[in-house]
């Protein structure tokens, strides 16, 4: 069965800096797919970048990008050159035929 | 392009009484839907899911149900609702393709008092 593991409850970081935040996964499939989501305190999910178990390099998406180690089974986002508008909870995704999501991660950026 | 609706987006209800609601997706055909519920503080846990219309999986057994009128339609009722039905829900669709991305809807804030 999949399993997400985001192990960081809650982070602050000063604005400006760049932010990692971590998700390893589980799963026997070869072929799978890992995501990142946003939740502002407005609750909607926004989907920030996603990341095939065969491409080769790293996705980006502007600030974003997705530290893919496999042998490592690990899915750390970086958000770059953070803002006070990336205050937000962040949730880690698999799928294979359903998406499992982390418990997740509250970041506060401070000003 | 694609845009996915729900409402109401606040509903505080009493205990026991019915609950509908509405999920409609826009600018795409056949998807998938997902009704997800999040408790405060805490997680997605899936609720149901639907591959077509008249089809649904029930993920969670609960007094909660599901059901898919039209192609882009996705309704989440109660008979009579718990304190424990109290959360925020999502709805998401994606391609009936793998691995895609899910996009969730704006979400209902359910309270029950």
């Known amino acids: 069965a999949q399993k997400i593991t985001q192990t960081q409850p809650g982070m602050f970081v000063q604005e400006k800096e760049a932010v990692t935040l971590d998700c390893t996964y589980d799963t026997s499939d070869q072929s799978y797919g890992l995501f990142w989501y946003k939740q502002p305190s407005s609750g909607e999910m926004i989907f920030l970048i996603y990341q095939g178990s065969y491409d080769e390099q790293n996705a980006t998406e502007g600030r974003y990008s997705l530290n893919f180690q496999k042998a490592r089974k690990s899915a750390n986002l970086v958000i770059s050159a953070s803002q006070l508008g990336d205050s937000a909870m962040y949730f880690c995704?698999?799928?294979?035929?359903?998406?499992?999501f982390g418990k997740g991660t509250r970041l506060h950026i401070l000003p | 392009s694609q845009t996915i609706h729900q409402w109401p987006a606040t509903l505080v209800q009493p205990v026991g009484s019915p609950l509908s609601l509405e999920c409609t997706v826009e600018g795409t055909s056949n998807p998938n839907l997902y009704w997800y519920r999040q408790a405060a503080g805490r997680g997605l846990q899936l609720l149901f899911y639907?591959?077509?219309?008249?089809?649904i999986s029930s993920e969670v057994p609960q007094n909660l149900s599901a059901s898919r009128p039209q192609d882009r339609q996705f309704i989440l009722s109660s008979k009579k609702l718990l304190l424990s039905d109290s959360g925020f829900y999502l709805c998401?669709?994606?391609?009936?393709?793998?691995?895609?991305?899910?996009?969730f809807g704006p979400g209902t804030r359910l309270l029950v008092l």
């Open positions: 998401a669709w994606d391609t009936a393709k793998g691995l895609e991305t899910q996009y």
């Open positions: 995704a698999t799928r294979d035929d359903k998406i499992i």
């Open positions: 639907s591959v077509g219309i008249g089809q």
